[in-house]
């Protein structure tokens, strides 16, 4: 199990962004010109344009994901290895469920189609054949995050096991950390856990990472063990944590308040599941 929760980053609050936009409509519907404080140069103003028209959503993880992902895989595990195979995930691992974030922006331009490499000849194709048995991700330039028409912001993994619900991952871009979206891919786990009966979710997560924990504590996971010298890079011991009973009355009242807190402070997120 793998975690990135917050980290040096400024709160935001989504309801900010209902207010600049009645703001604006008042301003542009004014007879009179805008205050002092108010006026924006060009490029001011077209980064008020971009922030008006952001949305977010959640929705399953896509192919045309994968580089996206690997960058957010990147900031939160910069000494993970090796990277995790999404593709694969994705294409064959009939147990995973993969869930992202992404945040639209309606005025970004838009985002080129990448076509598969040809692989010439004998040995390209020997090649080719022996990256997708492998898993290896093929990732492609991507333009910068405020020009794409959806930038991709967290990420969750589970994979649907007989007896549990294992997460296997959840990361969040380093830029829109402490913005609930952590929180929300929880949210969004435990409800895809719910769909499949699943009444058990198990993951292990570092014992220093002291934001993640807190997290799974507010959710009622417990500490049910310790896998010492689980992390490769630096051979740190997890946690394994454990969340029971998902499906009974009691955590479904609680759960539901944990929602409904978690819309009130950062707003509401389309789902698409």
Same mark, same amino acid.
């Given at each position: 199990?793998?975690?990135?929760? $917050?980290?040096?980053?400024?709160? /935001?609050?989504?309801?900010?962004? &209902?207010?600049?936009?009645?703001?604006?409509?008042?301003?542009?519907?004014?007879?009179?010109?805008?205050?002092?404080?108010?006026?924006?140069?060009?490029? !001011?103003?077209?980064?008020?344009?971009?922030?008006?028209?952001?949305?977010?959503?959640?929705?399953?993880?896509?192919? =045309?994901?994968?580089?996206?992902?690997?960058?957010?895989?990147?900031? !939160?595990?910069?000494?993970?290895?090796?990277?995790? /195979?999404?593709?694969?995930?994705?294409?064959?691992?009939?147990?995973?469920?993969?869930?992202?974030? &992404?945040?639209?922006?309606?005025?970004?331009?838009?985002?080129?189609?990448?076509? +598969?490499?040809?692989?010439?000849?004998?040995?390209?194709?020997?090649?080719?054949?022996?990256?997708?048995?492998? $898993?290896?991700?093929?990732?492609?330039?991507?333009?910068?995050? =405020?020009?794409?028409?959806?930038?991709?912001? $967290?990420? &969750?993994?589970?994979?649907?096991?007989?007896?549990?619900?294992?997460?296997?991952?959840?990361?969040?871009?380093?830029?829109?950390?402490?913005?609930?979206?952590?929180?929300?891919?929880?949210?969004?786990?435990?409800?895809?856990?719910?769909?499949?009966?699943?009444?058990?979710?198990?993951?292990?997560?570092?014992?220093?990472?002291?934001?993640?924990?807190?997290?799974? =504590?507010?959710?009622?996971?417990?500490?049910?063990?310790?896998?010492?010298?689980?992390? !490769? @890079?630096?051979? +740190? @011991? /997890?946690?394994?944590?454990?969340?029971? !009973?998902?499906?009974?009355?009691?955590?479904? /009242?609680?759960?539901?308040?944990?929602?409904?807190?978690?819309?009130?402070?950062?707003?509401?997120? =389309?789902?698409?599941?």
């Amino acid at each position: 199990m793998v975690n990135a929760l $917050g980290s040096n980053s400024i709160l /935001a609050n989504p309801h900010a962004n &209902v207010k600049v936009a009645n703001l604006r409509t008042r301003i542009l519907n004014s007879q009179l010109a805008p205050p002092c404080s108010l006026l924006l140069a060009p490029s !001011s103003f077209h980064n008020f344009l971009m922030r008006i028209a952001t949305r977010q959503a959640v929705r399953p993880m896509r192919l =045309d994901d994968v580089s996206q992902v690997m960058e957010i895989e990147r900031e !939160s595990f910069p000494t993970m290895w090796p990277p995790t /195979a999404y593709k694969r995930e994705l294409e064959q691992n009939s147990l995973a469920h993969y869930l992202a974030v &992404v945040q639209r922006n309606d005025v970004a331009p838009a985002e080129p189609v990448f076509e +598969e490499p040809e692989h010439h000849g004998g040995l390209g194709r020997l090649f080719g054949e022996l990256r997708h048995i492998l $898993g290896s991700e093929e990732e492609h330039e991507l333009p910068p995050p =405020d020009e794409r028409p959806e930038l991709v912001t $967290g990420v &969750v993994g589970i994979w649907m096991l007989a007896d549990d619900a294992h997460i296997v991952t959840i990361a969040v871009r380093e830029s829109h950390r402490r913005r609930g979206i952590a929180e929300l891919l929880l949210i969004r786990g435990i409800e895809l856990t719910q769909s499949k009966s699943q009444a058990l979710v198990t993951l292990e997560c570092r014992v220093s990472n002291e934001p993640a924990l807190a997290l799974y =504590d507010k959710y009622g996971f417990e500490r049910v063990g310790l896998r010492p010298r689980y992390y !490769s @890079d630096n051979h +740190e @011991d /997890a946690y394994v944590l454990t969340l029971n !009973s998902v499906l009974t009355r009691r955590f479904l /009242a609680r759960f539901a308040e944990l929602k409904t807190a978690h819309e009130d402070r950062w707003g509401r997120f =389309d789902t698409e599941l």
